[in-house]
Every structure is written in C-alpha cells, then in structure tokens.
C-alpha cells in the first residue's frame, strides 16, 4: 500500500501531537541499535585483527564490508520506504538485521581452535550492512512526517544523535565482551538490541492522522504544518540534494577514520592501554552526541543550515591539520604525548561529526516530506560509500607514509567539502521558501 493514502484507525485518530515524541524515540532507539553495531565493531579493532588473524589490509576490508553493505542497500530501501511507509520498512529491517548478527554470533565467531575465513567474516558484515541499511531512511522518514518546519532540526539532530550514542555504548561494550567472552557475545548482544528494538517499532511507530499537501502527515495538525511543498524535480535529479550528499561524503572521511583506524591509532602509535582507548572513543561518540542536538537546535532558530555545514567542515580541515602536524613531530616521544593523541582524536571526531542532523535535515527540507526516505537515502549512500573506502585507504596510506599522511588526508577531504555544499540563500536564511533552492 502506497503511502499516498492512510487509514483512519480508531487507535490512529486517537494519538495527539505528543505521541510524535514516542515517534521520536522509536527513530532514536533503532539509530542507535545498528550504530551500535557499525560503529562499535570497529572499535574492536585490536581484538578483530588478533582473534582473525588479519593484518591492517584485512582489516580494512572487513570493517569496508559494513560500509559497503549500507552504501548498496540505502537507495533500494530509501524508494521501498516512499513507497511501502516507515512502519513496514523499519520493521523488517530491524528484524532481519537481528537474525543475521545472531547468525554470526552462532557460525561467524573464532572458538577454540575455529577461526573463521576473512571471507566469512566479510560477507557476514557485509549481509549486516545489507539489511541494517533500512534504518536510516525509514526512521528519518518518520520523525519529518510528525514534526513540523522549525522542529525538525532539533528533531532529527536527536535522531541523529543515535548514531554516536550507539556508537559510544558500542565502544565501551563490545570491547569487553569481544576480549572477555569472545566474538559471539558481543554479536548476541547487539542482535538482541535490534530485536528489542523492532518490539518498540511494533508497539508506537504509526502513521500519523492526516494527510497534507505535500504528502506529509501530522497528528490533529498539533504536530505541525507540512515543510514547504517538494520540489517538482526527483531527488534523484536534484543538485541541492546532491550537492550536500556528496559534501557529506567528503566530510565524513576524518570522522571514519576516527571510528574505523582510531582504536588503531591509539594502540599502535601512542601506547593507549584498553581502558584509555575505550574511554576515548566513547568520548568522541558523546561529545557528537551533544553537539548535534545544540546545533539541530541553534540552526532551527537561526535558519543557517547550509552555513553551519560549511563552518564545520573548515573547523575539521583546521583540525585534522593540526593532527597531521603533532603526529609528525612527536617523533620518538609520541608515548609520552598519549594524552594529547587522546584529546586530538575528541575534537576532531567531534567536529567531523556534528553536523550530521543538519544536513540530514537539509536533505530532508529539500525533496519535502513524501520524497525524504529517497532523498536521505542519497545521503546515506554517499556516506556510506566512504565508510567502505575510507577502512580500505587507510592501511595504504599507512604503508607509504604513516600516520601523519592519514591525518593530512582526512584534513583535506574535510576543506573539499567546503566548496561541494550549497551555499546559504541571501542573507544567510533556510526558509521554506528557499527550502529547494539547489544554489
């Protein structure tokens, strides 16, 4: 059933504006559940490559396969979620991703003298990107219908606040258990947490009650008017929406290589313990917590999207630089300096992270509501693209020039994406009027 069309149920026209926030949290809690998943395994990183027994190469490839999963799937289930609606979608993605991390934590986990193929191991991430990739879109898709312009920012900032907060419980978890009790406790886990996670999707994601213009529903009209009507063209053709998704891309290439190679870093180049580890990244994931929720809310008030985006990715070029030149004069006393390594990696991963909830938001504004899972799942793929190439760059980059090479690079992606996003409308304003205005 199309989603053009919604059945007025007893339960449906019984929800207020209010239950948009369970709405909210449902959006939340699956976010949260599969980054927890893509974003914390990487931060075993130590352990996936003694317990495997892979090198750097290897390792790259393996943690790509996620990326790589997530990028192929995103825009087949961004059109399924358009068509199907949020509720359908969510919940067999939700589900499926459960079965296939149980699947691992029962045939893809070293035991005893068991080590898996590096083949193995690849496909059983790769089948988890796949099917985790319905997420993304899908919830997104669900808090623009309930919220109105002016509180979507803040609402999909917290939607998108999932993403590093999954993440930072995945770091301090899946470590632990991944060192402790092996690969299949922290796979059962995280299937566990998608498991539960599709039982609250079943329970309070609905459609809302009416029907607006542009295709986007709102509960009793207390959840707001609909954003500006979308844009004539398809998302697919538009070159704002391309435009910020491609800027997204190039901008997630530092905040990867934080997640992905940052365990790595702090091991192998500044002598971090597992704890030391742990708490860093975990402080990363926090720290982009909190700062996509200020800033969906500072743009909401202030209408400058576009402007913040741009901002951010020359802070992260400025960064990352920085990085770049610490790492490469430490020289021999790099242990000594573990301390500053630790603090680097929080702010540039945070900068490099923080305006996630914006420019889903902008994505979003600009192909309308009936369009968004299409259009954020462009966004998605783009930036799931470099999560599978960025894995897959570093080790190469480590092998020509080390680790101040890695930093440099990041840097550099960071300042391309400065030019690559849309400028602000006239006088520094997002409005609904300028909402698809692709210059």
């Not at 067999?92 to 898996?116: D, E, I, K, N, Y």
């Not at 934080?258 to 990244?281: K, P, Q």
């Not at 990715?313 to 630089?321: E, K, M």
């Not at 600009?366 to 894995?391: D, E, K, M, Y």
């Amino acid at each position: 059933m199309k989603n053009s069309t919604v059945a007025m149920s007893p339960a449906s026209s019984g929800r207020t504006a209010s239950h948009r926030w369970k709405v909210l949290g449902v959006g939340f809690a699956a976010n949260a559940s599969f980054s927890a998943a893509f974003s914390g395994i990487p931060t075993t990183a130590v352990f996936l490559r003694s317990d495997y027994h892979l090198g750097n190469g290897g390792l790259g490839l393996v943690l790509g396969m996620l990326g790589l999963g997530i990028a192929v799937s995103e825009l087949p289930w961004g059109l399924l979620t358009d068509r199907w609606g949020d509720r359908r979608v969510l919940l067999l993605g939700l589900l499926t991703t459960a079965a296939a991390l149980a699947g691992m934590a029962l045939f893809v986990a070293p035991s005893g003298t068991h080590v898996p193929s590096v083949t193995m191991l690849a496909l059983g991430l790769l089948l988890v990107g796949l099917l985790g990739g319905s997420v993304n879109g899908s919830s997104g898709r669900a808090v623009m219908a309930w919220f109105r312009e002016g509180e979507r920012g803040l609402a999909m900032s917290i939607r998108q606040t999932a993403v590093p907060t999954g993440g930072g419980l995945g770091a301090l978890v899946l470590p632990v258990l991944a060192s402790h009790f092996g690969f299949a406790s922290a796979y059962a886990v995280l299937a566990l947490a998608c498991a539960i996670t599709a039982g609250f999707t079943w329970h309070w994601l609905h459609e809302p009650s009416h029907v607006d213009a542009d295709g986007a529903r709102a509960a009793h009209g207390a959840a707001g008017a609909a954003s500006a009507a979308p844009a004539k063209v398809s998302p697919l053709r538009n070159m704002g929406i391309w435009r910020v998704a491609l800027g997204a891309a190039a901008l997630c290439v530092p905040q990867l290589a934080v997640v992905t190679f940052g365990t790595v870093f702090l091991h192998d180049f500044s002598r971090a313990g597992v704890l030391a580890i742990s708490v860093t990244m975990a402080a990363v994931q926090t720290g982009a917590a909190v700062a996509r929720v200020w800033s969906g809310g500072w743009t909401d008030r202030h209408g400058n999207r576009r402007a913040y985006m741009r901002a951010c990715s020359l802070l992260t070029a400025v960064l990352f630089a920085s990085l770049a030149l610490l790492t490469g004069l430490a020289g021999l006393h790099h242990a000594a300096l573990s301390t500053v390594f630790a603090l680097m990696i929080v702010l540039g991963g945070v900068s490099a992270s923080a305006w996630h909830g914006v420019a889903f938001t902008e994505l979003a504004t600009q192909a309308g509501t009936s369009r968004a899972g299409t259009a954020l799942a462009i966004g998605n793929t783009c930036v799931f693209l470099t999560l599978f190439l960025t894995p897959l760059a570093i080790p190469l980059l480590l092998s020509m020039g080390s680790w101040p090479m890695v930093w440099a690079v990041a840097s550099v992606c960071a300042l391309i994406a400065w030019p690559v996003f849309p400028r602000a409308s006239r006088g520094g304003k997002i409005s609904a009027a300028h909402a698809c205005d692709p210059t």
